[in-house]
């Protein structure tokens, strides 16, 4: 089984910026896409951004221009970066690493984050 650890969730105030970062267990794959995920109270789960091993990044619309999603394949680990923060994005964000052709899809522990003047 492979274990990713997140960290860098908290509470800030609107306008304000965290990075949350995500360790993975295991060496990041050809075929892996790395991602976020947040799930608002009495709201689905969302994507909010994903990056493939070559750097190939997709993000939800609400986040667009706002956060931004990195990968650093030698040492597992990716990052989201969210400058901007609204209320709104208030959720717990969760990390994801994913392998189509191996059907892996791994899950971090969630972490909060909220946004509150």
């Known amino acids: 089984q492979v274990e990713l650890v997140e960290s860098g969730g908290g509470l800030v105030q609107p306008g304000g910026s965290l990075r949350l970062s995500c360790a993975a267990s295991r060496s990041i794959l050809t075929s892996d896409t790395m991602g976020w995920y947040r799930q608002a109270p009495g709201k689905q789960r969302e994507l909010v951004a994903s990056?493939?091993?070559?750097?190939?990044?997709n993000y939800g619309d609400s986040v667009k221009g706002r956060f931004t999603i990195s990968g650093d394949n030698a040492e597992n680990r990716w990052y989201l970066q969210m400058n901007s923060l609204k209320v709104e994005d208030t959720a717990v964000y969760y990390c994801n690493l994913a392998n189509r052709w191996l059907k892996n899809n791994y899950w971090g522990q969630g972490t909060q984050v909220t946004v509150s003047s």
């Open positions: 990056i493939t091993k070559s750097g190939t990044t």
